[in-house]
Nanobody, 125 residues
Framework: VQLQASGGGLVQAGGSLRLSCVAS????????MGWFRQAPGKEREFAAA????????VYGDSVKGRFTISRDNAKNTVYLQMNSLKPDDTAVYYC???????????????????WGQGTQVTVSS
């Protein structure tokens, strides 16, 4: 499985970005997808995840209400729409995937088998 993340960039506080992650190599629709982020000097943090069917999503507390995860199985792509961005959202964002897993495991980075290369998001104040 290969994951290619894109869409990062520099944006002012209050702005929006949409990240994309294209998957290849496996049957995308059977895999759960997640977004994590890592800021300099900090541990990797869970942002959002979506079940293989697209019917269930879960968000980290720091992004809840501002970020929306979605997927298009026909395009093998998962998206992260990020609104009302804050300087604290500055990080490298990684997409990750795992075969269908327990809902309670979606927030743990250890649950994911494959990771993309990351895309940098920088929010200026």
């Amino acid at each position: 499985v290969q994951l290619q993340a894109s869409g990062g960039g520099l944006v002012q506080a209050g702005g929006s970005l949409r990240l994309s992650c294209v998957a290849s190599g496996r049957t995308f629709r059977d895999w759960d997808m997640g977004w994590f982020r890592q800021a300099p000097g900090k541990e990797r943090e869970f942002a959002a995840a979506i079940r293989w069917s697209g019917g269930t999503t879960v968000y980290g507390d720091s992004v809840k209400g501002r970020f929306t995860i979605s997927r298009d199985n026909a395009k093998n792509t998962v998206y992260l729409q990020m609104n009302s961005l804050k300087p604290d959202d500055t990080a490298v964002y990684y997409c990750a995937t795992t075969p269908r897993t327990a809902y309670s495991s979606l927030t743990a980075s250890s649950s994911y088998d494959y990771w993309g290369q990351g895309t940098q998001v920088t929010v200026s104040s």
